[in-house]
């Protein structure tokens, strides 16, 4: 394949790079790859299923597929929007991500009842994907549902990274950081696990509700003053973390038999977009994997990456997952503010106009926009700033998702089922 010459090739390039990514981590087909090539698994015993995430319903269809009527029971809990297709046999909640609300609470409360009767001789097949720490949710008392609603915003909009958010929230539930898997008691527990957590950390992915850990409030107060939120934090947080409490220190404690299993993660992804680019015959360049920090900073040296790197490369690649300290009024995700920033930075970089850059979430979802994030150059932003839009001043203000909404150049892929952080993707055009 040649490079593209315009800008909507380049374009449709990107979203061909995308599909083909998605399909590589699909929740179904890997849950059903892993139940079929490892039927020792569940050693035969009919199973109780929870599926937790925003891939709760997907990965319910996996386990349908190879298990079918041998399921006991089974239940998801997913966010809101995501459980169409979702097996008939199944009781299906839908809760707020990535702000607990109530109706998480009164879900988990049943999966609790679900595995308080269970037995020695019962297995349970837990099924995580990210957005699990929102979703299933019980306040450790004196906490509230009104505290964690006032204390998740505050991190979220520090910046704060989802191992540092969930190091707080496993210190103020019942159900994070092993406490589901302490209910699950003498029965055996399976955990599969679609990751979207960089690195793969079982007790951060969900904030890991049937794995064990040893609590750290200690580690929860620092981050509280690291992200200078403290001030702001309900004082039944800050008291629960600076109580010793010995009962919360003896959250779960898993059999030899317990299984955990991570199916998918960023580095799937990113590799089958890489592999995909290279079927074409486009020479490509993966930058990095598992990149954190704050969006604006990363796609400044991206933008490095794209001004030094050798001619001969036709697509450049990182994985990943960016954060947002927010501190203007506008709306926009992660991926829209590390696109602005970008096409920004590339305006003024040698060379620039000869790319087109784009940020995608992996589960449609970019921060309060209503898209998977971007697809954008520097000529489209110097063309846009011409018709009157400020991209200075949105980016300055947070303001990406509603300047990106006016220039037509956001990606809408709605809910995609799967969720394992994100992609960024440059593609160098003909001259």
């Known amino acids: 394949m040649i490079r593209p010459r315009t800008f909507e090739d380049a374009r449709s390039l990107v979203q061909s790079l995308l599909a083909v990514g998605l399909a590589s981590v699909d929740p179904r087909q890997k849950v059903v790859g892993c139940l079929l090539s490892n039927r020792d698994l569940l050693d035969r015993v009919d199973p109780v299923v929870i599926a937790i995430g925003k891939a709760a319903t997907a990965m319910s269809n996996g386990a349908c597929d190879v298990l079918g009527d041998r399921i006991r029971t089974g239940i998801i809990l997913t966010k809101d929007g995501h459980s169409e297709n979702a097996p008939s046999s199944f009781t299906v909640f839908e809760a707020s991500h990535p702000v607990p609300d109530q109706r998480g609470l009164d879900a988990t409360r049943s999966i609790l009842d679900t595995v308080d009767a269970m037995g020695r001789d019962d ?67 399976v955990t599969l696990i679609l990751s979207d957590v960089l690195g793969n950390d079982p007790q951060v992915i969900a904030s890991g509700p049937t794995v064990a850990r040893r609590p750290n409030p200690g580690e929860a107060l620092r981050l509280l003053d690291h992200y200078r939120v403290t001030g702001n934090i309900p ?151 011409a018709a009157g839009l400020d991209p200075r001043a949105a980016l300055h203000d947070n303001d990406s998702g509603g300047y990106f909404g006016k220039t037509g150049e956001l990606v809408r892929t709605g809910p995609t089922g799967t969720n394992v952080n994100d992609v960024c993707i440059a593609v160098r055009l003909a001259r």
């Open 123 to 189: 297995l349970a097949l837990i099924l995580i994907s990210g957005g699990g720490s929102a979703l299933l949710e019980l306040p450790r008392p004196p906490v509230t549902l009104a505290d964690l609603q006032a204390t998740t915003p505050l991190l979220l909009k520090a910046g704060a990274p989802i191992q540092h958010l969930n190091a707080v929230r496993s210190e103020l539930s019942q159900v994070k950081g092993g406490g589901l898997r302490r209910r699950i008691g003498d029965a055996r527990c």
């Open 235 to 385: 004082r039944s947080v800050l008291d629960a973390l600076r109580r010793n409490d010995v009962q919360h220190a003896n959250m779960a404690t898993p059999t030899d038999d317990d299984v955990f299993q991570i199916l998918a993660d960023n580095d799937v992804f990113v590799d089958a977009i890489n592999a995909e680019a290279e079927r074409l015959r486009l020479r490509t360049r993966i930058v990095w994997r598992r990149q954190e920090g704050e969006a604006s900073d990363i796609a400044s040296r991206f933008v490095k990456y794209l001004t030094d790197i050798e001619d001969r490369i036709d697509l450049v690649i990182g994985g990943g997952e960016s954060t947002v300290t927010v501190s203007g009024a506008g709306s926009g995700g992660r991926n829209t503010e590390f696109a602005l920033a970008a096409g920004l930075g590339l305006i003024d970089a040698a060379g620039g106009d000869q790319w087109v850059v784009a940020s995608i979430a992996s589960d449609g979802q970019d921060g309060s926009v209503d898209a998977a994030g971007v697809i954008t150059s520097a000529t489209s932003i110097r063309h846009n700033a």
